[in-house]
């Protein structure tokens, strides 16, 4: 026993520290015979089974004093066996959580008593004795490893020695040693099975070879490389759709005296493939020959005079009518799909052949057949005009929820009986005729095919192809089972990316098209599984399939309340088309294909019916569109808000989550804002908040209730309806996602000063300033501005002075997005508007002045905008306005002065307003030419730029140069006409800066004539 928990045992640890034995299929084994071993000890050998160990076995055990009953002393927490030792001690003592066994009869009956807790109690108790006959014999009979001659001796002392414990101890340690013995035998039974190859192992052998290759004499082989240098992140260089199958690789290997060996390496082994050639075209012919013989036999191409046809199944083919229906599609559609498990791949190169078409293109093929997993790998080369075909899908279509195919380790490690069941189902599957593929269809659909096991033994007994080719035929009770299968297994990622591989979805959507109802809805909702990645929806779009799936949601029943049996059919087709929609949605090209085929008015119908089962993938496709301009003006003109407010207050929650994920991407638009004030969606919003649990359902709403809040009509009802209470009360603990709709919401409601009052009181200003920490892009730049609004205040103010709130607004200034950069500017400016010692706040941050100086270097219109904003800011105090003048703020803000943006123009202009009050800086943005693009910034039609301007033209005009500058380019006229405007600020400036102008000007005169 000990040497096969030492060798075969698989353990976390290595040696004898503290491992624990791994829960594997081995383990497991091993624990049941060593249980089995013991309980069966007392009754076969009980002269042995009284025999007292000579140390206690001793573990932790989860077994409770409850469980000893007869034959036991219990005392509290402490139990002890009747039976005792000739020491007196008892043979089995459970102190506390501590057990000690001292005799196999003990033992035996311990696991009685353990019951389901047996397997755990034997663990527990070999961990803990890593080598249990030193405990039970002595250390002399201890596992050694090498050479062990202490048998040899043993039976030397009992033939000197008449000792009968020695007699005992040999006997122990024979039956020992016998189930030793049996343990590493079953053992290498399990591990013969679990070996398999993976992708390292091949690549190390290749490696070792490929230093024995060359061409020199003393080499074994001339050569040895792969067929692909293409590998993917698995490490495999097989395609996807033959990694499927277990196939990791394929080799070309040339000996010295033969002609080349071709190689395929799976996981399953390593198989010498078949090759033949032809005339006009090179071709290999991978066919596994460990294989090949059980289900076909090669046909010489020189005798038989074909190139094509070199495999003949043995086997019937899955039944009469898939063969007549793939023969007539043969004659049509050039050999796309049979149900002949050949694969013939027309292109110009190898690499081509085996590595996975690039994103947005696919292989152009003269003929495309698809073969099982237990038939051919071929790779057909000829010089045909086939190239790459670009299919014209742009990179621009974006994909919210990409997924990768998972690569699962291909290991066979103690499969179930469903996988052996269904690999039996297999060949009737295979074999049959129309009668006996139903019945083992329905056989198959009788196994839980939600178990990745079985849905893996479908793919790798090759009856995925099969029920591929069972949807081409005419049998319609074939075509529903193979399609109740493949909806139930489509929901594996493998297998999703395999049936679209295998041209699964273009006979899919043509079954859309079939009169038999049943028939159409599983195709849809078949379809609704495998469309989740890009190429899957792009191929339902290409051969007409959003056409047909919009044409499913045509149904009279629309809002009936009760319906019949025809009606109860329509609906249900409705619902499989707008799930397979939903899927389909979520590319922009789909997204507009739904549109222009009509989707967007039956959508609008469907949303009437008050079934949740339909209405989730109706609300479903329509929030995935909404991303889209037309999309949401569509749903505001069709009425739909109503609809989805309604929907709102529905008991579903997955409902509740698409119409406020809808209402989220709609509100963009003011109107929709305020339908869904006016249809009373701000109340439902509000209470769905206390639903903390849901956070998708969270996510939806505070990013609807964010939109919404932009209004100022509806910041008024959230305050009515304690909306920012429950949002401030959020913001802890949340996932990203939810803290940047949260804090964007608060951010837009806090535009009012009664609600940055209602933060404060709510305890809302340190979690917001905390979140100043966090690394989200989004989140930052709407915490940035909710920070920034509740500034305002000067109560508030205090509370993130005291946080250090402004340094860490001050550092986001060195964050590399832009929109944070803008944002923390803005934020910036309230604080030093209202920090008690705005001046001496900003001067501690050391190189603070110099950081915000440098941004007027960007290229973003909004960072320059908000960074002039804070300059003018900072230049009110006198010492820092002096600081940023030798940080060389002047030239940098007249080098912007050329701009036409209205925003920018209205706060550089504030900014050099205050920046001409220290020294000479008036003088120098006349010399940096800043002065005449301001006189244009008076044409603009923006009051605000009108303000600020002319107050940065009445600084800038005490200057006498500047004078002359403006007046050259026609000041005076455009002052006069704001002379008379109704801002005051607006009045006294004009009139300054024409007073200063017409002073220079009386000066002149008066100098020149006297």
Request: hydrophobic share 40%; glycine share 6%.
């Amino acid at each position: 026993m000990g040497v096969a928990l030492a060798r075969a045992a698989q353990w976390t640890a290595a040696g004898s520290g503290t491992g624990t034995l791994e829960i594997t299929p081995l383990n497991e084994s091993l624990l049941n015979q060593i249980i089995k071993f013991v309980e069966d000890f007392s009754a076969r050998h009980p002269r042995e089974a009284a025999f007292v160990f000579r140390e206690p076995l001793e573990w932790k055990t989860r077994l409770g004093c409850s469980v000893f009953e007869e034959g036991y002393e219990i005392n509290e927490a402490t139990v002890q066996s009747e039976a005792k030792g000739k020491d007196g001690q008892p043979l089995l003592l459970l102190t506390a959580s501590t057990l000690r066994v001292r005799s196999f009869d003990q033992l035996s009956c311990l696991l009685q008593i353990a019951m389901e807790e047996k397997l755990k109690e034997a663990q527990a108790c070999l961990e803990a004795n890593r080598d249990p006959i030193v405990k039970i014999l002595g250390p002399e009979y201890g596992t050694v490893e090498g050479e062990d001659m202490f048998m040899l001796n043993l039976l030397d002392k009992v033939k000197k020695d008449d000792d009968p414990e020695t007699e005992m101890k040999m006997k122990i340690f024979l039956l020992l040693h016998q189930l030793d013995l049996q343990l590493l035998n079953n053992s290498l039974k399990h591990i013969s099975q679990d070996v398999r190859l993976n992708p390292a192992a091949i690549n190390n052998e290749v490696n070792l070879l490929k230093n024995f290759s060359g061409k020199g004499e003393d080499t074994v082989l001339e050569s040895l490389e792969y067929t692909s240098d293409y590998t993917f992140s698995n490490g495999c260089r097989a395609p996807p759709w033959r990694q499927v199958h277990g196939e990791i690789c394929y080799l070309v290997i040339k000996p010295h005296d033969t002609d080349p060996l071709y190689v395929t390496c799976s996981t399953a082994g390593v198989f010498l493939n078949g090759v033949s050639s032809n005339k006009g075209c090179r071709e290999y012919f991978y066919v596994l020959k460990s294989i090949i013989h059980q289900h076909m036999e090669v046909v010489d191409p020189k005798v038989s005079g074909q190139s094509q046809n070199l495999y003949d199944f043995t086997e019937k083919n899955v039944c009469e009518k898939a063969k007549s229906s793939a023969t007539r599609r043969r004659s049509i559609d050039k050999k796309k799909l049979e149900p002949s498990m050949n694969f013939l791949l027309s292109c110009n190169n190898f690499d081509d052949a085996m590595s996975f078409p690039q994103q947005g293109r696919e292989i152009s093929c003269n003929h495309l057949q698809y073969w099982s997993s237990r038939t051919v790998i071929l790779s057909y080369f000829c010089k045909t005009s086939g190239r790459f075909e670009d299919i014209s899908e742009s990179s621009s279509e974006t994909e919210e929820d990409e997924e990768q195919p998972v690569r699962h380790q291909e290991g066979n490690t103690d499969l179930p009986s469903e996988y052996w069941g269904i690999q039996k189902l297999a060949k009737y599957l295979k074999g049959g005729n129309p009668t006996a593929t139903v019945i083992a269809l329905c056989s198959m659909k009788d196994f839980n095919l939600a178990q990745e096991t079985c849905q893996l033994a479908i793919r790798d007994t090759g009856c995925l192809e099969v029920l591929i080719n069972l949807l081409d035929t005419e049998e319609i009770k074939c075509q529903i089972g193979s399609l109740k299968i493949l909806k139930e297994i489509s929901q594996n990622t493998l297998i999703r990316h395999a049936i679209a591989y295998l041209g699964g979805l273009q006979i899919m959507v043509k079954i859309l098209d079939s009169p038999d109802k049943v028939l159409k809805c599983l195709a849809a909702e078949t379809i609704a599984n495998v469309a989740r990645f890009k190429e899957a929806r792009r191929t339902v779009r290409q051969h007409g399939g959003i056409k047909r799936l919009v044409g499913l949601l045509e149904c009279v029943s629309v809002g009936s309340i009760s319906l019949t049996p025809y009606q109860a059919k329509d609906t249900e087709i409705a619902r499989c088309g707008a799930l397979a929609l939903w899927s389909c949605s979520k590319s922009i090209k789909n997204k507009e294909a739904i549109r222009k085929a009509g989707g967007i008015p039956l959508l609008a119908r469907w949303l009437k019916c008050s079934r949740a089962n339909i209405l989730t993938p109706v609300v479903g496709t329509l929030q995935e569109c909404a991303s889209e301009p037309s999309y949401r003006l569509a749903i505001r003109t069709e009425g739909m808000i109503e609809n989805l407010v309604k929907n709102l207050s529905s008991d579903h929650e997955e409902l509740q989550m698409h119409c406020a994920s809808a209402i989220f991407k709609c509100a963009e638009d003011k109107e929709t804002r305020d339908l869904v004030r006016q249809h009373g969606g701000l109340q439902p919003l509000s209470v769905l908040l206390g639903n903390s649990e849901n956070k998708q359902l969270l996510a939806a709403v505070t990013g609807a209730i964010w939109k919404c809040a932009i209004s100022g009509e509806n910041v008024s009802k959230f305050r009515e309806y304690k909306a920012i209470e429950a949002l401030v009360g959020l913001l802890t603990d949340q996932p990203e996602e939810v803290l940047v709709n949260i804090v964007g919401a608060l951010g837009e409601c806090c535009q009012e000063p009664i609600n940055r009052t209602i933060i404060r009181k709510c305890g809302g200003i340190p979690p917001l300033v905390k979140l100043l920490t966090r690394t989200d892009q989004a989140l930052l730049v709407n915490v940035t501005k909710a920070v920034g609004a509740c500034a305002r205040e000067p109560e508030n103010m205090m509370i993130i002075d005291r946080l250090d709130g402004v340094r860490l607004l001050w550092s986001l200034l060195k964050n590399p997005n832009p929109d944070v950069q803008a944002s923390a500017a803005w934020a910036i400016c309230p604080c030093i508007e209202n920090a008690k010692d705005a001046g001496e706040m900003v001067r501690s941050f050391v190189g603070g002045l110099e950081l915000i100086v440098n941004l007027l270097k960007s290229k973003n219109k909004e960072v320059l905008a908000s960074v002039c904003a804070a300059i003018t800011n900072i230049a009110k105090d006198e010492e820092n306005l002096a600081v940023i003048t030798d940080h060389g703020v002047i030239p940098l803000l007249s080098k912007l002065a050329n701009t036409n943006n209205d925003k920018l123009r209205r706060h550089l202009a504030e900014a050099i307003s205050h920046c001409c009050m220290w020294g000479s800086n008036r003088v120098t943005f006349g010399e940096t030419k800043a002065v005449a693009p301001l006189v244009r910034y008076l044409k603009s039609n923006d009051p605000s730029v009108h303000r600020a301007t002319a107050q940065a033209l009445y600084q800038l005009s005490e200057d006498p140069n500047n004078c002359i500058t403006m007046h050259e380019n026609g000041v005076v006229k455009l002052l006069l006409a704001m002379v008379g405007s109704t801002d005051e600020t607006l009045q006294e400036a004009a009139a300054g800066c024409i007073a200063n102008i017409r002073r220079l000007a009386l000066a002149t005169e008066k100098a020149k004539y006297g």
